[in-house]
């Protein structure tokens, strides 16, 4: 089987965990190279780096360019280069996709290429796929979500008692927030993310960028702590609106009644609501971290090789097929007995099971092929 050669843009927290991840399960995909600023820093990996984009773009031996290295510049030019030189593109990269996506789309076109983003929004969860490939099929009215996991850590620590201060210190400490947490913050990364889920969800064309955007740095812990009085929460939300033919779009903290799904995110998850004539379809994941964009870039990498002609798909591993054991079923002898509390030793030992309040009628158990064990108060179960 013919292997799929990547080069990365990028050695960073996600570059290594995609490096780590490919090499541990996917024996048909190979990191070839990756670009990046000090070749002599220590990493975990063992990949041949370079600092020139051209080692990557030009490279015969490359078949996909991946973006882990974020911002505008020099990313667009060196992907654009890549389509080009014949590469497809998996990126990761949130900033150069709100700008310049549909420049780069079309050029992906123009070269017969694939352009695939997944990563760019949510981290591991696989929204931009859902929203894509199946729920933009009816007309979307409405998405919304937390899209931001620094903000939605910093906010879930200020309901244990922090002030913002505190829990923005806290989410540096911990990886979550930049020592410069002002795209985070302020809701400028949640209104990029947004406008690359509108995009692909009302089948429009939507600017970069847009005025309606408020972040958190204004709620205090005493405004967190007085909405909890109310039986309230806050979360930062964008949210994203198709009415009577016109698109709104605005990020601000949202005040939500406790239950709501939105106020059950802790740390950094992630979450989007999309809405349509069908109904409401809830997403929840994490929206950051090394590991979980990686299997978002490493899906990208494998839609790749399942979408081009001539590269085969998905390889087959052979596991062990087992019958599955003999169902059991437990029931009281006497009606008025209490069910048990605790699974007898035979029945937790089984990988099916049910507790039952009365004994099935013995043709169903000899049909269905069901152990049943009768259950009294002293002597335990006991097979019937």
């Known amino acids: 089987m013919r292997s799929i050669n990547v080069g990365l843009l990028g050695l960073g927290t996600v570059g290594q965990a995609l490096t780590q991840l490919i090499t541990q399960s996917q024996p048909t995909i190979r990191v070839v190279k990756a670009l990046v600023r000090h070749p002599i820093r220590a990493r975990g990996v063992a990949v041949r780096v370079t600092t020139d984009p051209d080692e ?6 490359i078949d996909v360019v991946v973006d882990v290295m974020g911002g505008q510049h020099p990313a667009m030019e060196i992907l654009s280069a890549a389509f080009q030189h014949g590469k497809d593109v998996v990126t990761a990269n949130k900033e150069v996709m709100t700008y310049y996506g549909p420049a780069l789309q079309a050029l992906a076109r123009q070269h017969n290429r ?5 990563a760019s929004v949510a981290g591991g969860m696989p929204i931009i796929d859902a929203i894509t490939h199946h729920l933009s099929v009816v007309p979307i009215d409405r998405i919304e979500g937390v899209l931001n996991g620094t903000c939605n850590f ?23 927030a930049e020592q410069n947490p002002e795209a985070d913050v302020e809701g400028y990364d949640t209104a990029r993310k947004l ?16 005025s309606a955007i408020t972040g958190i740095t204004g709620v205090t812990g005493h405004d967190v702590a007085r909405l909890a009085s109310l039986g309230c929460g806050v979360r930062l939300v964008g949210r994203a609106l198709c009415q009577d033919q016109g698109i709104s779009l605005s990020v601000a903290p949202t005040v939500y009644r406790q239950g709501h799904p939105f106020l059950r995110l802790q740390g950094p998850q992630n979450a989007v609501q999309v809405t349509s004539a069908v109904g409401h379809f809830l997403f929840e994941g994490p929206g950051a971290g090394g590991l979980a964009t990686a299997t978002s870039v490493l899906s990208d990498i494998l839609r790749i ?80």
């Not at 990557?56 to 031996?61: A, H, K, L, S």
């Not at 690359?196 to 847009?210: D, K, N, Q, S, V």
Request: charge should be negative; charged fraction near 25%.
């Open 56 to 61: 990557i773009v030009r490279d015969p031996e």
């Open 114 to 118: 694939l352009l695939l983003y997944e």
């Open 154 to 176: 910093i906010l879930s620590h200020m309901e244990e008692g922090h002030d913002y201060l505190e829990a923005l210190h806290e989410a540096q400490r911990l990886g979550y």
């Open 195 to 210: 406008v690359l889920l509108a995009r692909i969800g009302f089948h429009t064309e939507i600017p970069a960028e847009f």
């Open 305 to 384: 090789r399942q979408l081009v002609p001539d590269r085969e798909p998905n390889p087959m591993i052979s596991l062990t097929f087992n019958e599955p054991e003999t169902p059991a079923i437990c029931f009281p002898l006497d009606p008025e007995t209490p069910l048990p509390q605790v699974l007898p030793d035979e029945l937790r030992r089984t990988s099916s099971y049910a507790i039952l309040s009365c004994q099935l009628p013995r043709e169903l158990a000899k049909l269905w092929g069901l152990r049943q064990y009768a259950w009294g108060e002293e002597e335990g179960p006991t097979i019937r």
